[in-house]
């Protein structure tokens, strides 16, 4: 992952935090503009506008030019349906912006993971264990045709010793391979990075 992707996922991280605490950051002002109180709230300023023309009940009252945020909220909370879209509630603007970090947040992490190799693709980690496979049956066949006659005439607990010596060769030449591959991908992917 590369360091800006690194500070994208801290800041997409605080920001999360921040929201889910309900500062909202720096603290909003007791009075807004109307622009503010829309973006807030997820309407547009004409529904607002709109609103007030009609003479809506409790809807608060301006203070000079601007609006008091504290009566919008209670207001709102008050009217959960105002501000609904083809029978749907709208979602808060700080609702919607917790879901889109959420999502960054999980794309960063899955960037992060797979630029650590904690996470490869699945085409890849088949074709690996594909390999895998076919060395291992390889090297039993071969055993199989390889070790009865260094067998034969042999006692029980000879034939188990040589037996164990062969599956551990087999096994540490396997686990070598392996390494080996997987160094040269990630020499691979370091290139190609």
Not at 113 to 119: D, G, N, T, Y
Not at 173 to 185: C, G, P
């Amino acid at each position: 992952m590369k360091p800006d992707e690194r500070e994208e996922l801290r800041k997409a991280r605080q920001e999360l935090a921040r929201l889910k605490a309900g500062s909202g950051g720096e603290i909003e002002q007791d009075l807004v503009t109307m622009t503010r109180v829309a973006q807030l709230f997820g309407v547009s300023r004409k529904s607002l506008y709109e609103w007030r023309a009609e003479g809506r009940e409790g809807l608060p009252e301006k203070i000079g030019d601007k609006e008091d945020l504290n009566a919008w909220r209670a207001w709102f909370a008050a009217n959960p349906s105002a501000g609904h879209s083809k029978g749907k509630p709208r979602k808060d603007r700080e609702t919607l912006l917790c879901e889109k970090l959420e999502i960054e947040i999980q794309i960063l992490e899955t960037k992060l993971k797979k630029a650590s190799r904690e996470l490869m693709p699945v085409a890849e980690a088949r074709e690996s264990a594909t390999r895998i496979y076919s060395a291992v049956k390889a090297e039993l066949l071969k055993m199989t045709s390889e070790l009865p006659p260094s067998l034969s005439g042999l006692g029980e607990v000879e034939i188990q010793k040589k037996l164990r010596a062969a599956v551990i060769t087999i096994l540490t030449d396997l686990s070598s391979e392996t390494n080996t591959a997987f160094e040269a991908k990630d020499e691979e992917d370091e290139d190609a990075g």
